[in-house]
């Protein structure tokens, strides 16, 4: 069985700044493509970042150049350092992760995280 959670979301005031880790636990054989999505009030789910296991990144248009994606294969978790945050980026943060579980590659994801950006 495998789960990712994630954590460090919260309230922050715009121009902040947050940085979200997921871990990835489990029965894991590898985890390919990790990366973060997120859901706003009344929108549809949207791709804010991926990054693949060799380190390849790529980034949604509005978060270009405030948003950072990592991760740390040896701890098997992925992050996403958010600054210069702004109140449209206020919605609840999922971490995915393609992850081979002994059983062939499946996809995961974690229960979410809310993050409000508000003064």
């Known amino acids: 069985q495998v789960q990712l959670v994630e954590s460090g979301g919260g309230l922050v005031q715009p121009g902040g700044s947050l940085r979200l880790p997921c871990a990835a636990s489990?029965?894991?054989?590898?985890?390919?493509?990790m990366g973060w999505f997120r859901q706003a009030p009344g929108k549809q789910r949207e791709l804010v970042a991926v990054?693949?296991?060799?380190?390849?990144?790529n980034y949604a248009d509005s978060v270009k150049g405030r948003f950072t994606i990592s991760r740390d294969n040896t701890k098997n978790t992925v992050y996403l350092q958010m600054n210069s945050l702004k109140p449209e980026d206020t919605a609840v943060y999922y971490c995915?992760?393609?992850?081979?579980?002994?059983?062939?590659?499946?996809?995961?994801w974690g229960q979410g995280t809310q993050v409000t950006v508000s003064s």
């Open positions: 990054i693949t296991s060799s380190g390849s990144t």
């Open positions: 489990g029965s894991i054989v590898s985890i390919n493509a």
């Open positions: 995915n992760a393609v992850i081979n579980n002994y059983r062939g590659y499946a996809n995961y």
